[in-house]
């Protein structure tokens, strides 16, 4: 009894030991003296881009560097814009997101609903032959998939570059998880009421999803209007190449311009860049979402 | 308006086959998945089983292939050049995955308070990540420029020596390392800071109430809680670490001197630049089964050591 209070009281002799010094306080959070240079890291190579796409050709290729600019060379934008087809980069890139996006929504949701709901012949083992070509990586399938987009003549069209990917094992995947959390009591009501599997699918199973449809939606969005690999393997001409594509293509037009070249990587990188910022919460939720499944 | 005739079913008004076939749940389930099963099968399925013949044949892509069995991987066993790839991506790899992982794990800890301006802290580490890879190429191309370069003028101010970077045989891989960690750092952070976010309150508090230190807490509360996180952050990690090719591409490809051929992009040269489809393939499917190895091996030793909760 004694032993454990004498222990108690050394505990708290050790504790306060030090004759609590007064503690000092910061005028601000000493956190900020880490955060405040990892971000400028972050951001110097965007803010490095932003300045050299202001900047003539000469201020931008000149040591010592010149980090103001003398004026703001907005005409850098102009000119790249009319160098190369900046028009059909972009309408491409929206084509091949855009389709993929309202693609992958379709038909996983589709696909979805009958693996979480549907007792059908033949399902497991369809379900167990899509998890596993999840686990293969890209490259095995791009020669062949070259060689049927090239048999289906669609070689160096954006049809060839939305095609293949209108459909994803792991949208159907994360799409049944998310189904299957769902209460089931209100479908069944539904189909008593005589509701079709379709109706039943777009009425109370989809309005219901509207978190997972997002992260779906997001995350093909991302990986369609960054892909490269696919339209470098299947686009030859120029007004055929989605943004990054064009965005190679322009870098090595114009080794000599960098002030050229990052006028368009900026206009490259807006729109997403701004789709980012408007619905950063979504974004976020997204990348947090696929993690955690 | 009348109610159309409700169709009755009983034992002895059975509807036509037809239609008994049409409303069962093997037809509904059929019909619901037929438009993916046909993408999947003919843009992955196929592909797969296809991508294996193709390694046993010699193809140009361009006239059918003909059957010349282990051939290809015979030759990939002696391929000095595919041997250095494989080195270039290991190397990428075990330095990418790591300093990648404890990067973000440090950075989310630090990004997890309630302090003014986080939001802007957590934007700054975010937007790379929605910069594109062509980009990310681009940018550090030029941040790394040997005459006109950010980096070198920087180091020059400082009085130290300028260097080659990208253009340096030795120094260029470690370049990518850097490049690629700065686009995917906000990736392997969101993933942290969801799982630092889900630890719950009382259980840190209650370890704060045993005297436990706030190191002590983080290494035997918070630590392993991150656990499943961290797994899958190095599964994640390291299967695109061993696919790495859009940076390569852009910046260096895959020189100077070989030095940053990396797996993907020798494939890629020998499928589409040498027209060797068959080799290229076969190349394909040793990565493939390295991907398969190395995540089952993650994944057996996750399993040991990675505690879950519920």
């Not at chain 1, 020669?143 to 459909?167: A, E, R, T, Y």
């Not at chain 1, 990587?265 to 939720?285: C, E, Y």
């Not at chain 2, 260029?172 to 960690?181: E, G, R």
């Not at chain 2, 076969?282 to 505690?307: E, P």
């Amino acid at each position: 009894m004694t032993s454990t209070s004498a222990a108690t009281a050394e505990r708290l002799v050790t504790l306060d030991a030090p004759p609590a010094r007064p503690r000092r306080r910061w005028p601000f959070s000493p956190w900020h003296l880490v955060l405040a240079p990892i971000a400028l890291i972050m951001l110097i190579p965007l803010i490095w881009m932003l300045i050299l796409s202001l900047e003539t050709s000469s201020e931008a290729q000149s040591f010592p560097l010149v980090v103001l600019p003398s004026g703001l060379h907005f005409h850098n934008y102009v000119a790249t814009w009319n160098s190369e087809p900046f028009g059909n980069f972009f309408l491409n890139s929206a084509l091949y997101s855009l389709a993929t996006v309202a693609g992958n929504l379709v038909f996983c949701s589709l696909a979805a609903y009958a693996f979480a709901r549907l007792k059908f012949f033949g399902r497991d083992v369809l379900f167990i032959l899509l998890l596993a070509t999840l686990m293969v990586p890209y490259q095995v399938l791009l020669i062949p998939m070259f060689l049927i987009v090239k048999h289906l003549g669609m070689v160096d069209s954006v049809g060839g570059l939305i095609l293949p990917n209108l459909c994803s094992a792991f949208g159907i995947f994360m799409l049944r998880q998310f189904f299957r959390t769902l209460p089931i009591e209100l479908e069944e009501a539904a189909r008593i009421d005589g509701t079709s599997r379709l109706g039943i699918l777009f009425k109370i199973v989809l309005p219901l999803s509207l978190p997972a449809l997002a992260t779906l939606a997001i995350i093909q969005f991302m990986w369609s209007w960054n892909d490269f690999l696919w339209p470098l393997i299947i686009i030859d001409t120029a007004s055929h190449a989605p943004l990054q594509l064009g965005l190679s293509t322009l870098q090595n037009a114009h080794r000599s311009h960098v002030n050229l070249v990052m006028a368009g990587t900026v206009m490259s990188q807006i729109p997403m860049l701004a789709l980012f910022l408007i619905a950063q919460r979504w974004f976020i939720r997204s990348i947090a979402f696929t993690g955690i499944k | 308006m009348t109610a159309p005739a409700q169709p009755t079913t009983t034992a002895r008004h059975r509807p036509p086959a037809w239609k008994r076939l049409s409303g069962s749940e093997h037809f509904a389930g059929w019909a619901f998945v037929a438009p993916a099963v046909v993408l999947i099968a003919v843009f992955m399925l196929i592909p797969i089983v296809w991508s294996l013949l193709l390694s046993l044949q010699a193809n140009d892509l361009l006239a059918p292939g003909h059957y010349i069995g282990l051939a290809n991987y015979k030759a990939l066993a002696k391929d000095s050049q595919f041997r250095s790839a494989i080195g270039h991506t290991i190397v990428y790899t075990v330095l990418f995955v790591p300093v990648s992982i404890v990067g973000a794990l440090a950075l989310a800890v630090a990004l997890d308070r309630k302090i003014r301006g986080i939001r802007f802290y957590r934007l700054a580490v975010f937007i790379p990540l929605v910069t594109s890879t062509v980009a990310t190429g681009i940018l550090f191309l030029w941040l790394l420029d040997p005459t006109f370069g950010l980096v070198n003028y920087i180091l020059h101010e400082l009085g130290l020596p300028q260097q080659q970077f990208l253009q340096d045989p030795n120094q260029a891989l470690y370049c990518i390392v850097a490049m690629t960690v700065w686009g995917w750092l906000g990736f392997d952070v969101i993933i942290y800071l969801a799982a630092l976010q889900g630890i719950p309150e009382d259980l840190l508090e209650a370890s704060q109430m045993d005297g436990a230190s706030r190191w002590s807490t983080f290494r035997s509360v918070v630590l392993p809680l991150l656990g499943p996180a961290t797994l899958f952050l190095v599964v994640w990690s390291t299967i695109n670490a061993l696919q790495l090719f859009d940076e390569i591409y852009v910046t260096t490809r895959g020189g100077p001197l070989g030095s940053t051929t990396v797996i993907v992009y020798y494939l890629y040269q020998q499928a589409f630049q040498f027209f060797n489809a068959g080799y290229g393939a076969a190349i394909a499917y040793v990565l493939f089964i390295a991907v398969l190895i190395v995540t089952l091996i993650q994944l057996w030793i996750g399993r040991r050591r990675v505690y879950y909760t519920s």
